[in-house]
């Protein structure tokens, strides 16, 4: 078996006895291999690698929630007028003497400043499409990022 | 994470299902395809929206539907990114290192170097087949190939990206 055809034989997972009696004969192809092997666990722990998602939210203009809104409008501006026509009996009241004590005050300790982390505001993107009544907004969540290799 | 404000729609209840079920999936596949992850997160943007259009026409699994847009928005994207400026030539020699042994974290970041060197069928062979685990039959589907094809194509990206990352050591 020459060096190309192993080199065939191992990129197809082939594990016959010509490649395995070539592997013990040549150290090239057997650090391939072993190159190869490293490298198929390497690919493989990619699978279960996660990301920053990705946060889409789909608006569409509601018509019937625009009309609802209207509406309450309305109804807030004659309910209003409602209660402003509305005559109030008049109310009473008297105050009490109020003692004012001053004592005196202990000098408060230095404060220092607390140095605030914000966090990461995520990333929102608008995406126009061609249906006027579809806009996507992509909110990507950048507090995830760090995971990201 | 996704949120779909208009509820009451159940086109896009289904769509938000299909991206809840596969979201990760798409921008794994488009980060390993594409190797940098805004690019990934635009690609993903774009098979969501094609999704989101062609909706009612898939039927059954949308995964290979997918799998299959993903891979030709990416390879789109590719084509028309700015060319990645050459690797490091010096990068290239063999560094004396006595144990020759690379530490798990290495080893992905080079892999992901050496995809980008491979031919664009043969990235997409090897991220469906060996990170994303499909079997040839599913690959061969998506890429609308010959399943002794994809072996091909596999066989030879393999080998590739070994001496690729033996190079690099």
């Known amino acids: 078996m020459t060096c190309e055809e192993c080199e065939i034989a191992l990129g197809r997972a082939e594990s016959r006895s010509e490649v395995a009696a070539h592997l013990l004969a040549c150290h090239a192809c057997s650090e391939l291999a072993a190159e190869m092997r490293a490298n198929a666990e390497a690919l493989e722990s990619m699978r279960g690698e996660r990301f920053a998602s990705l946060r889409v939210r789909v608006k569409r203009p509601l018509l019937p929630a625009f009309i609802a809104a209207a509406a309450a409008v309305v109804l807030a501006i004659f309910t209003g007028i409602h209660f402003r026509e509305q005559t109030l009996p008049p109310v009473h009241y008297a105050l009490a003497p109020m003692k004012f004590e001053i004592s005196p005050v202990a000098p408060s300790p230095p404060r220092i400043a607390k140095k605030r982390v914000r966090p990461l505001a995520p990333l929102m993107v608008k995406m126009l499409t061609s249906d006027p009544n579809v806009v996507i907004y992509w909110q990507i969540d950048r507090e995830q990022e760090g995971m990201e290799q | ?169």
């Open chain 2, 1 to 169: 994470m996704l949120a779909i404000v208009a509820r009451s729609n159940p086109r896009d209840r289904e769509f938000e299902r299909v991206m809840r079920d596969h979201e990760r999936m798409v921008v794994n596949t488009a980060y390993r395809l594409l190797g940098r992850m805004e690019d990934a997160r635009d690609a993903a943007q774009e098979v969501f929206l094609r999704l989101l259009k062609n909706l009612n026409r898939i039927e059954g699994d949308p995964k290979p539907w997918l799998y299959r847009v993903t891979v030709n928005v990416c390879n789109d994207h590719y084509r028309r990114r700015l060319p990645v400026k050459e690797p490091d030539a010096r990068r290239a020699d063999p560094t004396p290192d006595a144990s020759r042994i690379l530490e798990m974290g290495d080893r992905k970041r080079l892999l992901m170097e050496a995809l980008a060197t491979l031919s664009p069928r043969e990235r997409a062979a090897i991220v469906l087949r060996d990170i994303e685990g499909l079997s040839t039959r599913e690959v061969a589907g998506i890429l609308g190939i010959e399943e002794v094809t994809v072996r091909s194509q596999i066989s030879v990206a393999r080998v590739k990206l070994a001496k690729f990352v033996r190079g690099r050591k």
